[in-house]
């Protein structure tokens, strides 16, 4: 909703506060005392212990409320934001968003439940005055919240034609929030559209492609396009339901045609307080895959000849690998061996898995090493069955006695 005046606006925070205690009322128990928020994005803490309501509240439109703590902001320039409670350990309390000069004159632009995102349009200028407020609370239990105010607006690809550009094997982050549906625009996975955020690829070779997102606010839609414009779109896949385990999210796959431009549109009916989401590419190779591989800390040459080396690696979606500790040929020749390979372990990881891994030596590569002060290699990783062009990742190795 739009502010149309410069007055002042005020949100008040309502707290469900044990009743008839000793205890201290919050400093921003009052109005008059509203603690100020200075800049965003920013997380107040507080307490309804010992609050009280002021004579004169506004009521919540739900609820009765017991105690109340106040806070406010004033909005250095035009623009939205936003308010979610991110934590509250007792009670129900109810966020709402005020304009005014003061307590008797305050108006109500927004209010929500704890489980729900606020967000309110501003003009530069303008003030607000922020009242939390409890509905019910546990004497036996403590009463404090963390309420964040942060920034909001659509995402510079909430339109069609404002589409950002994405490559395959990449990894694009975004938010859902705010983002909105334009006229024209066709329903995602059969259902109406909502909030959705576009992104494009241009294939410049023809390959298969996988997309996925992932997201732990919402259960995102995803569509692949093809056309030039919103209302002219043919759909290529579109796909709601995760089909893997990890984060909540959609995956499609189709064969990308080299020339063609795909437009993809990520959706989601309700992105909660947060509609975070990020977007994967992937035509077969290791960043598409989202393959990941350290070697372990505090190895030395003596470990090494003993048990192997030792790594961990992981991986978004499911993969065939072979891992190899290889040497240069140069180093090969010095340690007096045919081959440039020590060691080889192969295998396969499920979805979001990550495993231990030792690469066992050779008994050439041991006997090689029996005298060896240091040595340099790389750990080797090929993706098997794939062919896409970046299927291998190497990680160097320098260990000493």
């Avoid at 007055?7 to 509203?34: I, K, R």
């Avoid at 494009?200 to 298969?208: I, M, N, S, V």
């Avoid at 995803?222 to 056309?227: D, I």
């Avoid at 509609?275 to 590419?281: I, K, M, P, R, V």
Wanted: charged fraction near 20%; proline fraction near 5%.
């Amino acid at each position: 909703m739009r502010v149309k005046s410069r007055t002042a606006l005020v949100v008040a925070v309502g707290a469900l506060v044990v009743p008839a205690t000793a205890s201290a009322a919050p400093v921003n128990d009052a109005f008059e005392q509203a603690q100020e928020i200075s800049a965003l994005p920013a997380v107040v803490e507080g307490d309804f212990i010992g609050s009280t309501v002021q004579p004169g509240e506004p009521a919540l439109p739900i609820a009765e409320i017991y105690g109340t703590v106040w806070y406010a902001y004033t909005a250095p320039a035009e623009g939205r934001f936003a308010l979610d409670m991110v934590r509250f350990d007792n009670g129900y309390p109810q966020t709402s968003v005020y304009t005014g000069s003061g307590l008797g004159d305050l108006r109500r632009v927004a209010s929500g439940r704890p489980d729900e995102r606020i967000a309110v349009d501003a003009l530069a200028g303008q003030r607000f005055w922020i009242r939390i407020g409890q509905t019910w609370v546990d004497a036996g239990r403590q009463s404090r919240f963390a309420l964040r105010v942060r920034p909001a607006g659509a995402p510079v690809n909430d339109a069609f034609a404002a589409a950002k550009a994405v490559t395959p094997r990449g990894s694009y982050t975004g938010n859902l929030a705010d983002a909105t549906t334009e006229l024209s625009e066709p329903p995602h996975a059969g259902a109406a559209s909502s909030h959705s955020a576009w992104f494009k690829l241009r294939a410049r070779r023809t390959d298969k492609m996988t997309v996925d997102t992932s997201t732990s606010t919402c259960q995102t839609r995803l569509a692949v396009y093809t056309g030039s414009k919103v209302d002219g779109l043919r759909e290529v896949t579109s796909n709601v339901i995760s089909d893997d385990p990890g984060p909540s999210g959609s995956t499609v796959r189709f064969m990308a045609r080299r020339g063609t431009t795909y437009h993809l549109a990520v959706d989601c009916a309700s992105p909660g307080a947060d509609g975070d989401f990020a977007l994967h590419l992937s035509d077969g190779g290791i960043v598409g895959k989202g393959v990941g591989l350290v070697v372990n800390g505090g190895q030395t040459l003596g470990t090494l000849r003993s048990t192997g080396l030792g790594v961990v690696v992981s991986t978004r979606r499911t993969v065939r690998l072979r891992m190899e500790l290889v040497v240069s040929r140069r180093v090969a020749r010095g340690l007096g061996l045919e081959g440039r390979v020590l060691g080889r372990i192969g295998g396969e990881l499920d979805y979001y898995q990550s495993l231990p891994a030792t690469i066992p030596l050779t008994r050439a590569a041991k006997a090689a090493l029996r005298d060896a002060d240091e040595l340099r290699a790389v750990v080797r990783l090929t993706l098997l069955g794939s062919q896409a062009r970046n299927r291998v990742l190497t990680l160097p190795v320098a260990l000493s006695s």
